[in-house]
Nanobody, 128 residues
C-alpha cells in the first residue's frame, strides 16, 4: 500500500537533538518533493522543511534554519529530519508529506494544500 510512516520522536532536553525518519511504502520516495510540517494543538499546520525531487535543493523555515537538516537516503527510501539545538517551542507533532507531480519546494510552494499524502505524525517533546 502507498503510505508514509514517521518515527524518531520522543523526549529531549532543551539544546538536545533528535532525528526523525519518514519511510515510504508503495512508491519511490525520490520521485516526489517531500516536506516536514508540525502542528501544535489549536494552531495551524506549519511548514518546517522540504527537499526537492528534481535536484535535491532544500527549504527551511526561518525558525529552524541553522538547527535542522533534511536529507534523503534513496537506498532505504527514507527522508530524515535532523533536529539540533531543540527549543521548548519546537515541541509538537511532526508530520512528513508527499507533494503532487510538481516541483514545489520553496518558501511559497511548501504549503499543506500542495501535498497529497501524509504520515500519521510523531510526537516531539522538549522539556527539562
Amino acid at each position: 500500500q502507498v503510505q508514509l510512516v514517521e518515527s524518531g520522536g520522543g523526549l529531549v532536553q532543551p539544546g538536545g537533538s533528535l532525528r526523525l525518519s519518514c519511510e515510504a511504502s508503495g512508491f519511490t520516495l525520490d520521485r516526489f518533493d517531500i516536506g516536514w510540517f508540525r502542528q501544535a494543538p489549536g494552531k495551524e499546520r506549519e511548514g518546517v522543511s522540504c527537499i526537492s525531487r528534481s535536484d535535491g535543493t532544500t527549504y527551511y523555515a526561518d525558525f529552524v534554519k541553522g538547527r535542522f537538516t533534511i536529507s534523503r537516503d534513496n537506498a532505504k527510501n527514507v527522508v530524515y529530519l535532523q533536529m539540533n539545538s531543540l527549543k521548548p517551542e519546537d515541541a509538537t507533532v511532526y508530520y512528513c508529506a508527499r507533494a503532487g507531480p510538481a516541483n514545489i519546494c520553496s518558501r511559497y510552494g511548501h504549503r499543506p494544500p500542495l501535498y497529497n499524502l501524509w504520515g500519521q505524525g510523531t510526537q516531539v517533546t522538549v522539556s527539562s
